[in-house]
């Protein structure tokens, strides 16, 4: 199965806050990230949040962890239309300096 | 512009033909990776360098696949004989070896007829 989860669509209005969430299955890994993928272009690296942290705040971003039940999300506060996007969650499995492991992603759409 | 470029931006080339991408990162970054990405899906890891040093292939999807990074700085990805599964696109991401974060270009699409 996917090491990475992720729920395909969110649709939120314009002003609200949007919740995007994330399972993943390696404990190890140290740090897990948000990257943010707009149509044909590549991935833009929003905030990561390191393994010992439960919260992590960043402007309208912010980041919860659960290690206990491997649970990431991203709240985006007042979201807006350049909001829209695809939204992938990621780790490094064994939490060493190999690749990413992606999910799937989270298209994120707004409605006006 | 500082960060990791690629090139060519598109590539359309026949079955069969072989296809080499390029990627720069940025400046003094000495860890270069390799992602594809299709259609609907998250990227996926295939290979990355330390310096010149390939420190993980076991990932690449076929021997029809391979990676140089001769010098340590730019990298090159090559598909042999492409088929019209490989289709795709290609991502670059570089990190400095103090850093954790991978900053990714914007990807060379392959589109295999």
């Known amino acids: 199965g996917e090491d990475v989860e992720q729920s395909l669509f969110l649709s939120v209005r314009e002003g609200d806050s949007s919740v995007i969430n994330c399972t993943y299955t390696d404990s190890s890994s140290t740090y897990l990230y948000w990257y943010k993928q707009e149509p044909g272009a590549g991935l833009q690296l929003l905030t990561y949040i390191f393994s010992n942290m439960d919260m992590k705040q960043d402007q309208r971003l912010t980041v919860l962890l659960n290690k206990k039940d491997k649970h990431l999300s991203l709240r985006i506060a007042d979201t807006q239309t350049g909001d829209s996007a695809i939204y992938f969650c990621?780790?490094?499995?064994?939490?060493?300096?190999?690749?990413?492991?992606f999910g799937k992603g989270t298209h994120l759409i707004i409605q006006p | 512009d500082t960060g990791v470029s690629q090139d060519p931006r598109h590539k359309i080339t026949k079955r069969g033909q072989n296809v080499t991408f390029r990627c720069d990162p940025i400046s003094e970054h000495n860890r270069l990776y390799w992602y594809r990405q299709t259609l609907g899906q998250g990227p996926e890891f295939l290979t990355y360098?330390?310096?010149?040093?390939?420190?993980?292939k076991s990932r690449l999807l076929s021997d029809r696949f391979s990676a140089e990074r001769p010098k340590g700085s730019f990298s090159t990805l090559e598909i042999q004989r492409t088929e019209q599964g490989d289709s795709a696109m290609y991502l670059c991401?570089?990190?400095?070896?103090?850093?954790?974060?991978?900053?990714f270009g914007p990807g060379t699409r392959l589109t295999v007829l």
């Open positions: 360098f330390q310096n010149e040093a390939q420190l993980e």
């Open positions: 990621a780790e490094i499995p064994g939490g060493g300096a190999d690749g990413l492991t």
């Open positions: 991401a570089s990190s400095s070896s103090q850093g954790h974060e991978q900053f």
